[in-house]
């Protein structure tokens, strides 16, 4: 199975700030990386597909780059609803589609 | 838009069965891959399987010998059995749209998901 390993783990920052979130995979997974937000409580929400594709609705703030093994998710201001915990998967080696383990963004 | 309602027992037994389906409205049903995933503090997200309206599966080498999915394409439904439960089965539940019949590459992602079920392993 293919490891997706997030960092940090958890994240605190300020409204306004720009923020990275990293995902590294176990193997190259060329560009099959896929980002979600999840809300306590709710479902997952997809964000970014292909690795850098935005989902419709998803604000501009949020981009996505990265091949092979190191992907990145960043939000470049961040506001007050993208507190929340996010999530990468692959899908390039199948089966399983595998996940990340998840970044907390938290309120500084 | 395109919705999925999930249902099933939240509350089972060691050695019991699992049972989740989830309807699916607002979409061709014959268009996607349909699948479940589950998330647990230990764990985190798992992706469990997915079926497609023909009951073609493709499962999670960890589970598969306890999993069954199953399609209803009259009522656009599809159905999760996990078999011999145990507490590592603990978790919420979801269904999910996955990746579109046609697509022959690797690009593969959950869009919606249904809200969730908790399922909780008790003696």
């Known amino acids: 199975d293919i490891q997706m390993t997030q960092s940090p783990s958890s994240l605190s920052a300020s409204v306004g700030d720009r923020v990275t979130i990293t995902c590294r995979a176990s193997?190259?997974?060329?560009?099959?990386l896929n980002w979600y937000q999840q809300k306590p409580g709710e479902a997952p929400r997809l964000l970014i597909y292909?690795?850098?594709t935005l989902q419709s609705g998803v604000p501009s703030r949020f981009s996505g780059s990265g091949s092979g093994t190191d992907f990145t998710l960043t939000i470049s201001s961040l506001q007050p609803e993208d507190f929340a915990t996010y999530f990468c998967?692959?899908?390039?080696?199948?089966?399983?589609?595998?996940f990340g383990q998840g970044t907390r963004l938290e309120i500084k | 838009q395109v919705q999925l309602q999930q249902w099933g027992a939240g509350l089972l037994k060691p050695s019991e069965t699992l049972s989740l389906t989830c309807a699916v409205t607002g979409v061709s049903f014959s268009s996607h891959y349909w699948s479940w995933i589950r998330q647990s503090p230990g764990k985190g997200l798992e992706w469990i399987g997915e079926?497609?309206?023909?009951?073609?599966?493709n499962y999670n080498p960890s589970l598969k010998s306890r999993v069954t999915m199953s399609v209803d394409t009259s009522t656009k439904q599809f159905s999760l059995n996990l078999s011999s439960v145990t507490a590592a089965d603990m978790a919420v539940y979801y269904c999910?749209?996955?990746?579109?019949?046609?697509?022959?590459?690797?690009?593969?992602?959950?869009?919606?998901w249904g809200q969730g079920t908790l399922v909780t392993v008790s003696s």
């Open positions: 292909g690795t850098s």
């Open positions: 079926i497609n309206h023909t009951g073609s599966t």
């Open positions: 999910a749209r996955g990746r579109h019949i046609a697509v022959v590459t690797p690009i593969h992602w959950f869009d919606p």
């Open positions: 998967q692959q899908s390039y080696s199948t089966p399983p589609i595998t």
């Open positions: 193997q190259n997974i060329r560009k099959y």
